[in-house]
């Protein structure tokens, strides 16, 4: 199993800048694509962004050019560095990551606890 556990959340005025991290740990895995989710109240879970083994990156349209996904593969951590943030954005900011025990198995999804992003007006 792979345990994901997240920090960097917090309280931040509007146009403010947030950077989330989320680290994984466990017994011998291979990490293929992370990402980052959100859910507002209310509301569905939504992607915001992923990155792939190689570097790939994928943005929700809303966040495009304002944030940024980056991981460390050394680390086997993924960071999502938030900038210019708007109330909307106002969330429960959750870590997935794709993973697999060997090369060529079965690959499983871990999330984290999540943490809590609010944007103030």
């Known amino acids: 199993q792979v345990q994901l556990v997240e920090s960097g959340g917090g309280l931040v005025q509007a146009g403010g800048a947030l950077r989330l991290s989320c680290a994984a740990s466990?017994?011998?895995?291979?990490?293929?694509?992370m990402g980052w989710y959100r859910q507002a109240p209310g509301k569905q879970r939504e992607l915001v962004a992923v990155i792939s083994s190689g570097g790939s990156t994928n943005y929700a349209d809303s966040v495009k050019d304002r944030f940024t996904i980056s991981r460390d593969n050394a680390k086997n951590a993924v960071y999502l560095q938030m900038n210019s943030l708007k109330p909307e954005e106002t969330a429960v900011y959750y870590c997935n990551v794709k993973w697999q025990r060997r090369i060529g198995g079965s690959e499983y999804d871990s999330w984290g606890q999540g943490t809590q992003v609010t944007v103030s007006s």
């Open positions: 466990g017994s011998t895995f291979r990490l293929n694509a």
